[in-house]
């Protein structure tokens, strides 16, 4: 799996998935679907490298064939305090309980953590998602709080988790050694 910043051309398959009523119940990262809107936020789309940057967004793609399977987002940048939310998203359905999900989360950890050197990354899962919530807590996050009736969605409202995890937890996870040795 690899990610990368999204290009012009990859807004179509991008709007395909936000257009998605189940993905957008699960993934925490978009803000617009109408083809314009994704158009701009590509266009207004910030780099890894950029001081400045307080959101990140990537398309994931499968390594061996280079299709696109995901989106992900680094949010909520905050370098003052040391800290950033991540959303990771994989939209193909049929790639989803392949292992690209954990992959994912090490990839964004990794940036949050070494790239800009910060002590804590988090996420926001809605109650919906029960397969997200059970996978980031399997991974290693920790529930640090629930927000009662936070989200309206899918004509209702849900609970939202906020998940935290610090570096020196993330460092000695059995799984992301494990990960890394065979990379």
């Known amino acids: 799996m690899t990610i990368e910043k999204p290009q012009i051309q990859d807004a179509d398959v991008l709007q395909k998935w936000y257009l998605d009523k189940e993905f957008r119940l699960l993934y925490d990262g978009y803000r617009g679907n109408s083809l314009d809107m994704v158009m701009a936020e590509i266009k207004a789309g910030r780099d890894i490298t950029d001081p400045h940057a307080e959101r990140l967004n990537f398309l994931v793609r499968a390594k061996h064939n280079n299709d696109p399977i995901g989106v992900a987002a680094i949010l909520d940048i905050d370098r003052q305090n040391g800290h950033a939310a991540i959303a990771p998203g994989i939209a193909d359905e049929s790639k989803r309980l392949l292992g690209y999900g954990f992959d994912l989360m090490v990839v964004l950890c990794d940036i949050v953590f070494y790239d800009f050197g910060f002590r804590r990354v988090y ?59 065979r990379a």
């Open 123 to 181: 996420m926001r899962v809605n109650d919906n998602n029960q397969l997200g919530l059970r996978s980031a807590l399997s991974f290693g996050f920790q529930a640090e709080g629930q927000l009662r009736d936070h989200i309206f969605t899918g004509a209702q409202y849900v609970d939202q988790w906020m998940l935290g995890l610090l570096k020196n937890e993330y460092e000695n996870l059995s799984v992301v050694k494990r990960w890394k040795a």
